[in-house]
T-cell receptor, first 115, second 112 residues
Framework: EPEVTQTPSHQVTQMGQEVILRCVPISNHLYFYWYRQILGQKVEFLVSFYNNEISEKSEIFDDQFSVERPDGSNFTLKIRSTKLEDSAMYFC?????????????FGPGTRLTVL | DQQVKQNSPSLSVQEGRISILNCDYTNSMFDYFLWYKKYPAEGPTFLISISSIKDKNEDGRFTVFLNKSAKHLSLHIVPSQPGDSAVYFCAASGGSARQLTFGSGTQLTVLP
């Protein structure tokens, strides 16, 4: 069964460093999302991406965040200058747009630890 | 932001009995409601969803009920199995990108 994959599974970085989190969506899916879950808190929406551009973003998704599909397959989330409060699980999710259930399929997540 | 709320952080049920997980929402513009199951160190796994124009959707052991007037939905699992033990998240779809707004989750434990 097709699945969303994410790399790395765990990323440790120093405060102020740049990190890139990678996602490989399910091949025929057209809508891509990033969510995060800070330990002990809810899963929160960050950004959605469709047709090679951001379609919506939350207030969390400020100028230090960016997304792109550099090669038409991978979908990346970049954090330019990490802060301690960026430590969280980051989930990529994708959707094919044609489903009657409107479900999004989630990857296993990347645990980001900022020291 | 409390647009989607799951007021029970945990629920324990005997194997074979019914599990009922509840969720409340405040935003009338949500168009779909979804339930996800999550194990530790894994991403959420989609279980079942319901359109805002329906009041019930069933898939095998899982049934979701939607009461729009009360802004309440519930997930019924019958019969419950030990493998169902996980955190269950209620989510609602809305916005131009139909992004998901999640509840805080309910830890379900099914006792053998």
């Amino acid at each position: 069964e097709p699945e969303v994959t994410q790399t790395p599974s765990h990323q440790v970085t120093q405060m102020g460093q740049e990190v890139i989190l990678r996602c490989v969506p399910i091949s025929n899916h057209l809508y891509f999302y990033w969510y995060r879950q800070i330990l002990g808190q809810k899963v929160e929406f960050l950004v959605s991406f469709y047709n090679n551009e951001i379609s919506e973003k939350s207030e969390i998704f400020d100028d230090q965040f960016s997304v792109e599909r550099p090669d038409g397959s991978n979908f990346t989330l970049k954090i330019r200058s990490t802060k301690l409060e960026d430590s969280a699980m980051y989930f990529c999710a994708t959707k094919d747009g044609g489903s009657s259930y409107n479900e999004q399929f989630f990857g296993p997540g990347t645990r980001l630890t900022v020291l | 932001d409390q647009q989607v709320k799951q007021n029970s952080p945990s629920l324990s049920v005997q194997e074979g009995r019914i599990s009922i997980l509840n969720c409340d929402y405040t935003n009338s513009m949500f168009d779909y409601f979804l339930w996800y199951k999550k194990y530790p160190a894994e991403g959420p796994t989609f279980l079942i969803s319901i359109s805002s124009i329906k009041d019930k959707n069933e898939d095998g052991r899982f049934t979701v009920f939607l009461n729009k007037s009360a802004k309440h939905l519930s997930l019924h699992i019958v019969p419950s199995q030990p493998g169902d033990s996980a955190v269950y998240f209620c989510a609602a779809s809305g916005g131009s990108a139909r992004q998901l707004t999640f509840g805080s989750g309910t830890q379900l434990t099914v006792l053998p």
